[in-house]
């Protein structure tokens, strides 16, 4: 290879000095491509779990949905409840009263088969 001549050189100086400043920059940008890669997979990924949180926030509110339901369902139950409760302190009642009732109509019946035994030995007599 021949040596360039002095004013070769300067032209040549400085057109290495135009490709290295297209090399330096594209170095630059591929340096910057590598972080902007990155910054465009990890904004993906934001995006991502952005839809992600938007699916789970959609599945708290049905689930406190069906809590709010739920919880409708068990005061209605609580209140059937009660009711039934007291229906059954009703029946309760009832059933006394009628214990009651069976104790003075035995008693009564005790009374007429003994009138009865009297008035059958009267009437033996004659």
């Known amino acids: ?6 004013q070769s050189i ?6 290495l000095k135009r490709s290295q400043i297209l090399t330096n920059d594209l170095g630059l940008l591929y340096k910057q491509q590598i972080p902007r890669n990155h910054v465009e997979v990890l904004e993906s990924r934001v995006e991502v779990l952005q839809s992600h949180v938007e699916v789970l926030e959609n599945r708290v509110e049905v ?15 609580e ?6 409760e007291s229906r059954v302190d009703v029946l309760e009642n009832r059933v006394e009263v009628l214990e009651n009732r069976i104790e003075v109509l035995q008693n009564r019946v005790e009374v007429l088969r003994s009138r009865v035994g009297v008035l059958q030995t009267l009437s033996h007599r004659d």
């Open 1 to 6: 290879m021949s040596e360039p001549s002095p």
């Open 10 to 15: 300067g032209a040549t100086t400085g057109g």
């Open 63 to 77: 689930l406190e949905s069906r809590v709010d339901v739920l919880e409708s369902r068990v005061e209605v139950l």
């Open 79 to 84: 209140n059937r409840i009660e009711v039934l």
